[in-house]
């Protein structure tokens, strides 16, 4: 009997893989680097369902060139490199992997939250350097978080983890959003401000937002200067939510203390002049990567593969009007 097809445009953890094996055929992309356009558009054209990564630009082209797809299935929460809207007008499922990463990246944020105002990067070079030779009263001083001010832009599912595990440590919380979460700021004693009051107010601010047109460049030269000279700017959403020249700028003057950052704008590239700055901590879009969310993530980019292939709804459609059209 003739099998469904499946292709992976990249190696991902075995749980989800396997699930898929088990009833179609798959293709893993073998190669460990992006695969290029053209093979991505060959794959497309072989399978029925595509499971793919942030990597590829999910474009009209991309959804013309098979009539037959089925699903696409991305391996990330976020989805801003596909044409969600095409699809719909295709009636073709858009799945992302909500709800197994949030703790993950909640957790890389507080990383480099800890990493940036510790200054772990700047006191490892120094020792290892043989730099310690006797204990300093002034040595890599650092503000306490303790009783600091954590402003949240993006109260989702990652933000409001954020959120909580700051309170835990003694970290007041502000945020602010497009909607208001009444019994978030209940339980949490969290206060809903607006983007100006939250970047004048925080110690630390934490973006959490999707990238959206209205997301683009939603901190800028403008807002870093509204910021505290003491504060910090940390980065695990998407790049492009920050202005990286503005951000580079700001930093060189000490307009705001330091930024920590997992995505960037034009990422793989980083804008010049980033990795000469001293009061920065740079990771490569990790936040997500730790074992358990990344095997979690490729069983739920399966089962939603295999459920649309099985002629039910999506698990976690990102455009469930498909459904109701
Ligand atoms: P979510 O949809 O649960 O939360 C996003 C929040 O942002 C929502 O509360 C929404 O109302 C709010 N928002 C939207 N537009 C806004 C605006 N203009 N101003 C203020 N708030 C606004 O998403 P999530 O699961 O928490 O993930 C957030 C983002 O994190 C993802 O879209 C993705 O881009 C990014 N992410 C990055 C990594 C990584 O590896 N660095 C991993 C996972 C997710």
Redesign the pocket.
């Known amino acids: 009997m003739h099998k469904p097809k499946v292709f992976v445009t990249r190696k991902i953890p075995d749980a989800g893989i396997s699930l898929l094996r088990e009833c179609c055929d798959v293709r893993v992309y073998p190669k460990d680097q992006v695969i290029s356009r053209k093979e991505l558009m060959n794959g497309v054209k072989w399978c029925d369902a595509l499971l793919c990564l942030l990597t590829e630009k999910i474009d009209k082209e991309v959804f013309d060139t098979n009539p037959h797809l089925k699903i696409i299935a991305n391996y ?5 490199n596909i044409d969600v809207k095409y699809a719909t007008s295709k009636r073709i499922p858009v799945t992302n992997t ?1 709800g197994v ?2 703790d ?2 909640a957790e ?1 944020t507080f990383a480099l939250l800890l990493t940036i105002t510790k200054k772990i990067v700047e006191a490892d070079t120094f020792t290892r350097a043989g730099k310690y030779r006797f204990w300093e009263p002034l040595l890599f001083i650092s503000p306490q978080l303790k009783g600091k001010t954590l402003g949240i ?9 954020v959120a909580e595990k700051a309170v835990a440590m003694g970290i007041k919380v502000i945020y ?4 208001r ?1 009444s019994s978030f700021e209940r339980q949490f004693h969290a206060r809903f401000v607006s ?1 100006e009051v939250l970047l004048e107010n925080a110690d630390f601010v934490s973006l ?5 047109p ?2 683009h460049h ?1 901190i800028g030269s403008k807002e870093l200067n509204m910021m505290k000279k003491t504060a910090y700017l940390i980065n ?3 790049g492009p939510v920050v202005d990286e020249k503005a951000l580079v700028q700001a930093l060189k003057k000490k307009m705001i203390a330091g930024a920590a950052l ?2 960037y704008e034009f990422e793989p590239k980083l804008t010049s002049g980033l990795t000469k700055l001293r009061n920065v901590v740079l990771t490569p ?5 730790t074992r358990e969310a990344r095997q979690a993530m490729s069983i739920i980019a399966a089962k939603n593969i295999l459920a649309v292939l099985n002629g039910k709804k999506a698990l976690t459609p990102i455009n469930p009007e498909v459904y109701t059209k």
Do not use: C, W, Y
Not at 76 to 80: H, L, M
Not at 176 to 179: E, F, P, R, V
Not at 285 to 289: D, E, Q, T
């Open positions: 990330a929460v976020g989805f801003d909500p990463l949030e993950a990246v890389h832009i993006g109260l989702g599912r990652i933000g409001s983890l602010t959003d497009i909607q979460n983007k959490h937002v999707p990238l959206l209205s997301t939603l695990t959403s998407r997992d995505v879009h990790i936040a997500s990567a």
